[in-house]
């Protein structure tokens, strides 16, 4: 049994994700998927029961006013198997709902102004700030990635990509950008992007936009 989110403009995207073979699971079983809070939220869920057909996936889309109940507290996430009037619960996924990210700021890189960022004066590299953002973790991650080209957008080359971990959560993140990272590339048009990272050893299929406060565009003169 597994937990996935979509990123956070996703509506709905929280699955509960029961694996079915044919060692637990017989054809017909009804099965359904509950969870329990075990602090202060108080909250309890029971989806509505899905027929296996086949030994293949079953997925259960959590509502997000349902997640939400959650917030801040440990949950028990379990299946039940229900067959011939009985009922077999399956071993539990304990998970902690952290509460929600809050940006406090959009991202800025000093030197970056009405659009542009002028080269001469930067000779020393330039530093982008990440200001605090409310709830993170220690040892959560934030990512940033330079993109340029002649044309701007997304489609540029990679001129620099870093990731860091949150050491001091409570406190802005900041970047060195290499002066090598732009002062080859006048006239181009810089996409720069950050992306938050939650899961444990930074996997990439926990990582989150940070939305238009965490975008950066502008044009190198």
């Known amino acids: 049994m597994e937990v996935f989110t979509g990123a956070p403009i996703f509506v709905d995207s929280l699955r509960v994700v029961?694996?079915?073979n044919d060692r637990e699971f017989q054809i017909?079983?009804?099965?359904?998927v509950q969870w329990a809070a075990f602090g202060g939220s108080g909250g309890n869920y029971q989806s509505q029961p899905q027929s296996v057909q086949s030994f293949m996936p079953l997925h259960?889309?959590?509502?997000d006013d349902t997640a939400r109940q959650f917030e801040g507290d440990q949950v028990e996430v379990i299946f039940?198997?229900?067959r011939s009037g009985g009922a077999i619960p399956s071993a539990s996924l304990l998970m902690t709902f952290a509460p929600a990210l809050i940006q406090t700021?959009?991202?800025?890189?000093?030197?970056v102004s009405e659009g542009v960022l002028e080269i001469d004066p930067h000779p020393d590299g330039v530093v982008l700030t990440i200001p605090r953002i409310e709830n993170l973790r220690t040892n959560n991650a934030i990512e940033m990635l330079w993109i340029s080209?002649?044309?701007g957008g997304q489609g540029g080359a990679w001129r620099d990509y870093q990731r860091k971990l949150t050491v001091n959560p409570d406190s802005p993140l900041k970047f060195r950008i290499e002066p090598s990272v732009y002062q080859k590339h006048r006239g181009e048009t810089v996409h720069l992007r950050c992306s938050l990272?939650?899961?444990s050893g930074m996997v990439p299929g926990i990582g989150y936009g940070m939305g238009h406060r965490g975008i950066l565009e502008f044009k190198l003169i």
């Open 105 to 111: 700021g959009p991202v800025s890189i000093e030197g």
């Open 18 to 20: 029961v694996a079915v």
């Open 197 to 199: 990272f939650l899961g």
């Open 80 to 82: 039940v198997i229900e």
């Open 60 to 63: 259960f889309v959590v509502p």
């Open 28 to 32: 017909g079983d009804q099965v359904r």
């Open 149 to 151: 080209s002649a044309n």
